[in-house]
């Protein structure tokens, strides 16, 4: 399973818009890459999903290169409850998750 | 809405008791998992299941054991608890097939946090 790389921890303001950079450059043909969100004393749960160019849902965009070696997860105009820390994985169907130590964000007032 | 529900959300047991932490899902997810949560280590997966009676070793099953007599439910077993098993517990689970393309998303419950003195 492609290794992923994130910095360790970000700060923000409230109403800015915040991109965390998750590195993968072994990543495989078929393999996906996921964002999982954590809130303290809850477990992950799974904010996006892509596999090139560009996602966008409710909650956020991921962006991914032509060469899918990275891809950005874009959190726009955040607020204190995106307080979290967020996992950047990357793999196929049917492959484990393989959680790392993940980018903890904090945003203040 | 999926829900993953674990029996206690903080438990102290002492060291060498035999402890049980309960995992229920109510979406008839064929794939359930344990994970644990370490500051700095991130969430490592112990043991997982794909089916009724079947289990799968993870990355650190050493010291545990799992139970899955129904398919709605996941057990995790302290057989003799020690010290350096303190730690957050996270059950989740999964649909195989998965739904769409890439790996299935598990949906995780609120963590046991064990205390074991």
């Known amino acids: 399973l492609a290794k992923t790389t994130q910095p360790i921890s970000m700060d923000s303001y409230e109403g800015q818009e915040v991109n965390i950079t998750c590195s993968h450059n072994n990543i495989a043909t078929n393999d996906y890459i996921t964002w999982y969100q954590q809130f303290p004393s809850q477990g992950p749960r799974f904010i996006i999903q892509g596999y090139k160019t560009k996602v966008t849902n409710e909650v956020a965009s991921l962006f991914i290169p032509a060469d899918r070696k990275s891809s950005t997860l874009s959190l726009p105009r955040v607020s204190l409850s995106d307080t979290a820390v967020y996992y950047c994985l990357v793999g196929d169907i049917g492959d484990k998750l393989i959680f790392g130590t993940g980018t903890r964000l904090q945003v203040f007032p | 809405d999926v829900k993953v529900t674990q029996s206690s959300r903080y438990l102290v047991k002492r060291t060498g008791e035999k402890v049980f932490l309960e995992c229920v899902q109510d979406?008839?997810?064929?794939?359930m998992f344990w994970y644990r949560q370490d500051p700095g280590l991130g969430l490592r997966l112990i043991y997982f299941?794909?089916?009724?009676?079947?289990?799968e070793k993870g990355d650190i099953p050493e010291g545990y054991s799992v139970s899955r007599e129904k398919k709605e439910r996941f057990s995790l077993i302290l057989e003799s608890a020690s010290t350096n098993q303190t730690s957050m517990y996270l059950c989740?689970?999964?649909?195989?097939?998965?739904?769409?393309?890439?790996?299935?998303?598990?949906?995780f419950g609120p963590g046991t946090r064990l205390t074991v003195l």
């Open positions: 989740a689970s999964s649909l195989y097939p998965a739904s769409g393309a890439g790996p299935d998303t598990q949906y």
């Open positions: 979406m008839d997810h064929e794939n």
């Open positions: 299941s794909y089916d009724v009676k079947m289990k």
